[in-house]
């Protein structure tokens, strides 16, 4: 067994206080799950090309704010046009690619407006008070004049995903959204104001049916960890980070639970993965049993992963590293 070490961040919003990569991050690929900072195409793309790791390829979602000032339409199309980065840089856009034997699908994902249950009230909400429909044009007018668009583009990714996620696959299967895939990803767990459908969507009954690995997002500025049956659910944004006036002053942190070198082991195993008959079944057969991205041990820094792979317990004669993270 081998595993693909995933390098995870989002909301870096280098637009505000600009931010630079860590370097020496040991991984295989990184993720970057949206509102990198400015337009897609402008000030995001020279910062994705000056800090994409060498010799790592760097999977993209555009965020919302990665929109503003360009066309709902085709930014992703021109930001492709312009990238000098060739296939180190992969912007998703309902997508898939593979790299290392992991299976990569991604979008913004956008919303349904749906999860706080009042659809009427979410969107007047949305349209109240969110910048989105200002400032993100389509098809060349000077905004998108209304909620339709974005959720037609939720639609239009999320069929882009079934038919991803429905086709068989001999490995891992990492989801990669800005979005959030369900309300649990909330500040307080559960949609409980109407704006709260702007940020979140209501995908359970996708992620139980079809069971990918790890679903990696952003948009909620507070970093989670969680479970949807078997799929592990991971977001790791910097957030905003505001100086002040007075140089006496430290900036504001948002999320002071952002970690830059935050890396997760998936582990690529080629033997099939079983059903067990009971707890004790799994437990004496560790080497059929294998989850690729256990819950059991949390996520973890950088400087840490190395020595989890070699305190875990061995469970693989071929390449002992330890149970996937």
């Known amino acids: 067994?081998?595993?693909?070490?995933?390098?995870?961040?989002?909301?870096?919003?280098?637009?505000?206080?600009?931010?630079?990569?860590?370097?020496?991050?040991?991984?295989?690929?990184?993720?970057?799950?949206?509102?990198?900072?400015?337009?897609?195409?402008?000030?995001a793309r020279l910062w994705l090309e000056a800090n994409a790791p060498e010799g790592m390829p760097m999977l993209v979602v555009a965020g919302n704010h990665d929109f503003y000032g360009a066309s709902l339409d085709d930014e992703v199309d021109r930001v492709r046009r312009k990238t000098s980065m060739g296939d180190r840089i992969q912007v998703l856009d309902g997508y898939s690619t593979i790299i290392g034997g992991v299976r990569f699908v991604g979008a913004t994902l956008w919303t349904d407006v749906n999860s706080y249950g009042d659809g009427y009230t979410s969107q007047r909400d949305f349209m109240?008070?969110?910048?989105?429909?200002?400032?993100?044009?389509?098809q060349g007018r000077k905004h998108t004049r209304h909620i339709r668009n974005f959720i037609d583009a939720h639609h239009r990714q999320m069929r882009a995903f079934e038919s991803v996620?429905?086709?068989?696959?001999?490995?891992?299967?990492?989801?990669i959204t800005h979005h959030a895939p369900s309300a649990r990803s909330l500040e307080d767990g559960k949609a409980t104001k109407p704006l709260d459908a702007a940020y979140a969507s209501y995908l359970e009954d996708l992620?139980?049916?079809?069971?990918?690995?790890?679903?990696?997002?952003?948009?909620?500025?507070?970093?989670?960890?969680?479970?949807?049956?078997?799929?592990?659910?991971?977001?790791?944004p910097r957030g905003y980070v505001?100086?002040?006036?007075?140089?006496?002053?430290?900036?504001?942190?948002?999320?002071?639970?952002?970690?830059?070198?935050?890396?997760?082991?998936?582990?690529?195993?080629?033997?099939?993965?079983?059903?067990?008959?009971?707890?004790?079944?799994?437990?004496?057969?560790?080497?059929?049993?294998?989850?690729?991205?256990?819950?059991?041990?949390?996520?973890?820094?950088?400087?840490?992963?190395?020595?989890?792979?070699e305190a875990?317990?061995?469970?693989?004669?071929d390449e002992p590293k330890g149970p996937s993270v």
């Open 242 to 309: 505001m100086r002040h006036q007075s140089p006496r002053s430290l900036p504001t942190i948002e999320n002071h639970a952002f970690n830059p070198g935050l890396v997760l082991d998936v582990a690529v195993d080629p033997r099939p993965r079983y059903e067990a008959a009971s707890v004790d079944h799994a437990s004496e057969h560790p080497d059929v049993f294998l989850s690729r991205v256990g819950p059991a041990i949390a996520s973890t820094p950088a400087d840490h992963a190395a020595w989890l792979r």
């Open 1 to 43: 067994m081998r595993n693909v070490r995933l390098w995870i961040q989002s909301d870096i919003h280098n637009d505000v206080v600009p931010y630079t990569l860590p370097r020496g991050v040991e991984a295989d690929v990184a993720i970057v799950a949206g509102d990198v900072g400015g337009r897609l195409s402008g000030q």
């Open 207 to 236: 992620i139980h049916k079809h069971e990918p690995d790890l679903w990696v997002h952003g948009h909620v500025h507070h970093n989670l960890d969680y479970m949807i049956g078997r799929t592990r659910v991971v977001c790791n």
């Open 312 to 317: 875990a317990e061995v469970h693989d004669e």
């Open 165 to 175: 996620l429905a086709t068989p696959f001999d490995g891992p299967t990492v989801v």
């Open 128 to 138: 109240a008070y969110m910048t989105d429909w200002r400032a993100i044009r389509w």
